[in-house]
């Protein structure tokens, strides 16, 4: 069998991470339910084996729909907290704020959530196992992890990584 080279591996985990997340709900649109989708932030860490969250530490995310578009933010927090900050979460996704409040109170109280003491950016609860590609992957995670159902402006920020050159001519052949 061929041995893969460094940059098709890499380019491999990179169209995993692509791949899995068009499962990703879109959550821009009134009646869908993140509850309803099988799409998880965990799953990244089955794809990129070299990374692992802190133990007692949970991921997840939270779409921000404001005016101008929609996009998720990776949080992570304390197992402890499962349960309450679960239904803010969902509360959040599932747009069950904007029929209870006000958009500016709506964008507050998301605000307030996201400045808790203990509720950091997912990043910072990562453990490398110290390997090169450890490093690579997390680079991958943490410039296209929240890549996903981006809306309108937001998709301004729409990345992509080219390791190959079958990737790069794909991608050209997009464009064309």
């Not at 080279?5 to 709900?25: C, D, E, M, R």
């Not at 196992?129 to 943490?142: C, H, K």
């Not at 390791?163 to 050209?172: M, S």
């Amino acid at each position: 069998m061929k041995k893969m080279t460094k940059a098709k591996k890499f380019q491999v985990w990179i169209n995993k991470i692509k791949s899995y997340q068009k499962k990703a709900p879109d959550l821009f649109e009134k009646n869908i339910k993140k509850s309803d989708s099988k799409f998880k932030i965990d799953h990244y860490f089955d794809i990129l084996e070299n990374l692992e969250l802190e133990p007692g530490w949970l991921v997840d995310y939270l779409y921000l729909q404001q005016r101008l578009g929609g996009e998720p933010i990776i949080i992570a927090f304390p197992e402890s907290k499962k349960t309450e900050y679960q239904k803010i979460i969902n509360k959040i996704n599932n747009n069950e704020l904007e029929s209870k409040a006000e958009a500016n109170d709506s964008e507050n109280i998301i605000s307030t959530f996201l400045n808790y003491d203990d509720l950091d950016n997912y990043l910072e609860h990562l453990r490398l196992d110290g390997s090169e590609v450890s490093y690579f992957q997390f680079v991958i995670l943490a410039k296209l992890g929240s890549q996903f159902a981006l809306f309108w402006h937001a998709a301004y920020n729409d990345l992509k990584f080219i390791c190959t050159p079958e990737a790069a001519e794909k991608l050209i052949k997009k464009l064309e």
